[in-house]
């Protein structure tokens, strides 16, 4: 898909498509972080994991990307702070990362990794 426009709007536009994708995906994703649940969390990451998928698929700019980063790391902390098992399974490799491997160090050491 080819978008053009400010990097900030192509990013709220991913995050509208993988928004679509799901059951009640922005509304279950409107309140601030700090007051969602687990669950509101999990599914917050995986929209922004998959907008974050379909703009990488796309060839987005490095600055489309690195807006979306940004909120997938701010949910990505949300969780690790409001669930028990999500670190572990980051510092044991069972989670997959949205743009690859190559980011595992980056969210092993957010989850509380030493190496």
Same mark, same amino acid.
């Given at each position: 898909?080819?978008?053009?426009? *400010?990097?900030?709007?192509?990013?709220?536009?991913?995050?509208? %498509? /993988?928004?679509?994708? +799901?059951?009640?995906? @922005?509304?279950?994703?409107?309140?601030?972080?700090?007051?969602?649940?687990?669950?509101?969390?999990? *599914?917050?990451?995986?929209?922004?994991?998959?907008?974050?998928? %379909? /703009?990488?698929?796309? +060839?987005?700019?490095? @600055?489309?990307?690195?807006?979306?980063i940004e909120g997938y790391d701010r949910a990505f902390v949300a969780l690790i702070e409001a669930s028990d098992d999500f670190g572990p399974a980051v510092i044991n490799g069972k989670v997959q990362f949205p743009l690859g491997p190559k980011y595992r160090k980056k969210y092993y050491l957010l989850a509380g990794g030493t190496r």
């Open positions: 898909m080819f978008i053009i426009g *400010d990097p900030k709007d192509i990013a709220q536009t991913y995050m509208d %498509l /993988a928004y679509s994708r +799901g059951p009640d995906g @922005e509304e279950r994703c409107k309140k601030p972080l700090s007051e969602m649940s687990e669950d509101e969390l999990r *599914d917050t990451i995986t929209f922004h994991f998959m907008a974050l998928r %379909l /703009a990488g698929r796309d +060839g987005q700019t490095t @600055e489309v990307l690195d807006i979306l």
